[in-house]
């Protein structure tokens, strides 16, 4: 099964920033959106922000909005989401995905963001 390769957690202080990448093995034909999602323990998982392939019209969580941006290259082969003013609610495992024009869909293993304080 195909996997995505994500790369940016880590670790930051209460109001830093971090931008998470996402890029898409060319083996993935007709994108039609990529974007991210998390989960927190004891949460579901739930979208924080999504972009579309071609007119790149974005999507955001009410609790992204303001905060996070998302992006992609211009292969569009790559996302990427820029958090500012990470919050102590922000840590969660953060996971990229990949939705096809054919209905298949792509995901990561998830990297994690820690906040402190």
């Known amino acids: 099964q195909v996997q995505l390769v994500e790369s940016g957690g880590g670790l930051v202080q209460s109001g830093g920033s971090l931008r998470l990448s996402c890029a898409a093995p060319?083996?993935?034909?007709?994108?039609?959106?990529m974007g991210w999602y998390r989960q927190a323990p004891g949460k579901e998982r739930e979208l924080v922000a999504s972009?579309?392939?071609?007119?790149?019209?974005?999507k955001y969580a009410d609790f992204a909005k303001g905060r996070f941006t998302i992006s992609r290259d211009s292969a569009r082969t790559t996302v990427y989401l820029h958090m500012n003013h990470l919050k102590p609610e922000d840590p969660a495992v953060y996971s990229c995905?990949?939705?096809?024009?054919?209905?298949?869909?792509?995901w990561g293993p998830g990297t994690q963001v820690t906040v402190s304080s």
């Open positions: 060319g083996s993935i034909f007709s994108i039609w959106a």
């Open positions: 972009i579309t392939s071609g007119a790149a019209t974005t």
């Open positions: 995905s990949v939705a096809t024009t054919y209905g298949t869909d792509y």
